[in-house]
C-alpha cells in the first residue's frame, strides 16, 4: 500500500474504519526508509517496528524523533561522537507521553551536532540530504525529522527548535514544522543546547496534523519547572488580523520574497486582514542576542561531558584534566567553536560586556514585540530568507550560515510559538512562512497555517 | 575583542587539533563579529536575571530511580563506583 | 600581638530533609553502597532537569531566622562552573550575590559565648558534589572511586565576615552554631561530615589564606592554629604570604598548599535558565517562624518566668522534645506546670536515656492524667511505671479515686474562669466542646456523665 501523501489524521482514520492496519503503516514507512536512508541520511538509527498490538490515540503508529531528544533503551547520540554509543536509562517526557497513547519509535534522526548549526551538515554522521535535491542541505538542525517526513519516510516526527530548528528544515523541505510556545511542550530529557530558548517541535505534512501531535505531548510537567499549561481548546473561525513586518521581508533573497508576497495578496484576498508595519527596531541586533545566550548557556550544558560516567572511553594516565580534556576532543568543531565563545562570554570581565547587554536586548525585543504584535493574531514573514544551498557551501562560509538563522531566531528570544508551512515554489524547492503568535496563542497560529494551507494549496501532491 | 583560543579552549578543556584549527578559528570569529555589534547597546543600569517562570511544586517524598539502570551506561565500574581519573 | 582575622564558610547538610535538593532521590546515603540514590538528575545525565525540592526552603529559612538574618523576597539559582571528577554537570547549582543575583539571606548574627557579635553576611541553598574513593592514598591510587549518593543533597552555605580574632573563637562560633541547627532540628553532630567549613585565616594584615575542607569544631580550631603559626613564621622570615586555597590534612593536622599552577579561579557563573527563582512570601515566613518556637534562650526565659527554678528551666529548654511537652501540659492545665517541670527534667528524661527513646508522645494526656494524680499515687516507683507507659506511647489510665460531685462541680467553675479567656468569643457547642475536653482529662470518661451535667449548668449560670 502506497501511503506517500497520506496525512497522519487520514491514516489514523483508515486504521479505525479497518481498510489497514498499523502494521501496515509501519511497515510501509519503515521499508520506505530502509530504500532512502543511504541517500538521504535521514536516520542515525533505524528501528524495526514490532507487530504488537498498541490502542491508544496513536494506534501503534511508529513516529521519527530527533535524536537529542532521550528514549530508553535505544542510543541517543545528538549526532555527535561524544554520545555515539550513549543509550539513556530514561524516556523524555515527551516520549513517554507519545508511548502512553499508542505511539511507538520508528527511528533517530540525524541532525546538527547537539543542535548547533541551521543546515544538517554538522552531524559526526555525514549531512542529511535534502529529498527535494540530494546535492543540497536541509536545514537544521532537526535536519532528519525533516527529511524523513518530506522523503516518506516516517508519517510525523519530533523535533527541537533552539532558534529555528524545527522550522528552517520544514522550510528547505517544504512540510510544516511547529516550535510551541516555550514550556508549552516540556523539555525533561531533551538533551539541552539552550535551555532559555529551546523546546520540542513537531515536523510533519500537514498542519492539522501537527496540531494533532501537539496536543498529544503539551502540558506542565512536574520534572520540567519551566513547562506551563497552554490553551489546547479551538475557538471556533475567525479572521484572522495579520502582521507583515516589510524590513523583515526585506532581508530575503528577491525571489523568496516575490513568492512571499504573493502568498499575502492570496490571504488578502480571501479575507484575511494583512496590516504592513516598516521595521522592526532591534532586527539588527537579533543574531547578537541569540548567539550570545545561546553560547553562554552551551558551554555550561555540555561541560558535563567529561567522558567519565558515558561517552568515549578514555585511555589516560595522566590526572583528571588529561583525562577530562581527552574526552572531550570528541566534539565536532561546531560545537567547540560555541563552547569556546560561551567560556568568553561568561568570563570575569565579559559577563558584564556580552552576556548582561544580551539579557537587556532579549528583555526590549520581548516588550517590541509584544508591542507591535498586540493586537494581531499573528505575524507573519518568510522562515529563510535564502533557499537551500549547495551542501559544503557554508562550511567555509561560517557567517553565512549564522545569517540565515535572522528570521527564526525572534520566537525563541521571546518564547512565541511559531510555524512555517509551504507558502510558494521555486523550482524544486519551497519557500517557507512564518507564523509567529504570542506566548500561549499556539492553537490560535495552528489555526491560521491551517487555513492559509487551505488558500494556498501549495502542495497539490496527493490526497490529504 | 580580547580573546586567545589556547586560552578559551584551556579554560573549555577542549584541545583543538591541527586539522580543526583553522574552521574553529573562522567560526569563533563570525561569532565574534556578531558579539561586536552589542558594544553599541546601552548596558543596563544594574545587573539582572532573566529567569523563567514557573512555580517549584515538588514535595520532600523520596521516589527511587532504579540505579542499576545508571550503572550500566556507566563507562567503567568497579563496585558499584564510577570509576574516574585520577586526581593528583 | 599581631592582629588575626578568621572568616568561615560554612557548609550544612540539611539533614532532616528525606530527598534532594533537585531530585526525588532519597538523601539517606550513609552507610549505604555505593550509587544506590542515584537518578538522573543527580547524575547529569543528558537531558535531566533539576527541580527544587519545596522543602529545602523551609528548613533552610528555620536557620535564617534563628541566625537572625534577612531573606531575599526573590533570591536566584546560579551555575558555578568548575571541572573535577565528583561533579557530576561540572558545574554546580548555588546562589550568588553578584551578576544581578540575590542569595537565599542575608545580614545575620551570631553571639559568640564571650560575647562578642559575628556578623552573617549571606546564607544560601546549593547542592552537594559526590563522593571520591581511592584504593590506598590518594596519591598512588591510579584511578578515583566516585560515589553519586551525596551528589545533590541539599546544602546551605553561611559565610561569615572576617569577625573572628582566635582560634578559640573560631572554634566557639561552630559549637554555638551547632547547637543553634539542633535547636531547629538539623543535629549535624548525628550525621558525619554533615557541617564543613572552610577557613579563611589572615595575619597581621597579610593575604588571606583559605583551607577548604575541615569537619567539625575540634579541626577547625586546629587548622586556625597551624595557619596562624604557618603565616607567622612566614611573618617573621619576611616572607610575603600568597593569597592562595590550602587543603587540611586531618591526619597530620597541618595545612597542605595545592601544588603546581592552578588555573586562574574562574567559576565563570550564570544564572540556571530551568530553574525559576525562589519567592520568599509572608506566608511562608510565617509557617517556618511557627514551625520554629524560638530559641533555646527564649525557651529558657520562657520557662524561668513561668517560676520554675533555673535549673530545671536550663535542663528542659535544652531539650526540644522536653520543652514541647512543658507547654502543651501547660496548655491544659496551667497548675501542672510546676510538677510537669519537675517531672520532664528528672523521671522523663532519664526514661528517654535509659530506653533510647527518640520521640515523644504528641499527645500529653495521659500524661496529664498522670499529673493530676501524681499525689494519690501510692509510691515513686509506681509513678515511673505510669510514665514509662506513656513515653512508650501506650494509654495511660490512672485508676481514680470516687470524686464526689461537689468536688467536681468547684473544679468545673475553676476551668472555666481558667479559659474564659479562651472561650468567650466561641459559641456555644464550640465552647462546650472545649472545656469538656479539658474536664474529660482531667476526670476522665468514666465521670463522663456528670461532667456534662455539671458543665450545663455552670455555663448556664455564668450566661
Redesign the interface.
Known sequence: MNLEGYSLLSILKEIERGSINAEDVNDFYYKKSLQLNDKINAYITLLKPDDKKINGNLKGIALAIKDNISTKGIKTTCASKMLESYVPPYDATAVSKLKEQGGRILGKTNMDEFAMGSSGENSAFGPTRNPLNNDYVTGGSSSGSAAAVAANMAPISLGSDTGGSVRAPASFTGIVGFKPSYGAVSRYGLIAYANSLEVIGILGKYTKDVKFLFKLIAGKDPLDSTSLNVELNEKEQFKPKILVIKSFVELSKDEVKKEFYRSISKIDEEGFEVKFIDSFSLTEYLLSAYYTIACAEASTNLSRYDGIRYGPKVESTGNWRDYITKARSFFGPEVKARIMMGTFILSAGYYETYYLRALQLRKLIRQEFEKIVRGYDALYIPTMPVLPWRIGEAIEDPKMAYASDVLTVLPNLTGSPALSLPVGRIREFFVGGQLIGLRGDDIKVLKIAEMMEEILKVKNDGRN | MKYSINKLSRLSMLKIRKDEEKMISKKVSAIGELLEKLDSIEPPKEAFVLAPEGTHERDDIPSNFNSDEIIKIFNNVKDRYAKGPKTL | MEEIKVGLEVHVQLVT???KLFC????DYRGK????????VC???????????????EEALKVVFMLNAQPYATS?FF?K?Y???DL????QITQYD????YPLAHDGSLKLTNGKVVRIERIHLEEDPGR??YEGS??T????????NRSGIALIEIVTAPDMSSAEEARDFVERLTTILSDVGINVRDYEGALRVDVNVSYAGGERVEVKNVTGAASVEKAVVYEVFRQKTMHEKGIKVVRETRAWDEKRRITIGS?GKE?EE?Y????E??????IITEALMQKVKDEIGGSQEERYNEIVNDGINEELAKKISSDKQLYSVYEKVKFYEPTLKQLAANVLANEISYLMKRYSVKSLPDDVSGLVEILQNYRSIPDHDTAVDYLKKWVEGEKVKVSLQATSVNEIHDDVVKVVAENYDKIKNLEYTKKFEFLMGILIRKFGKENKKVLVEELTKVLSETR
Open positions: 530533609l528525606k530527598t526525588s532521590c532519597s538523601s553502597p555505593p550509587n544506590v540514590n542515584i537518578c538522573p547524575t547529569g545525565l543528558p537531558g535531566s532537569m533539576p527541580t527544587l525540592n519545596k522543602r529545602a526552603v536566584y551555575r562552573t571541572f573535577y571528577p557530576p554537570k561540572n558545574f553578584k551578576a544581578g543575583g571520591i574513593y590518594r596519591a591510587a591510579k584511578y578515583s572511586l566516585i560515589d553519586y601544588r588555573f574562574e565563570r557563573y550564570m544564572p535558565p530551568d530553574l525559576p527563582p525562589v
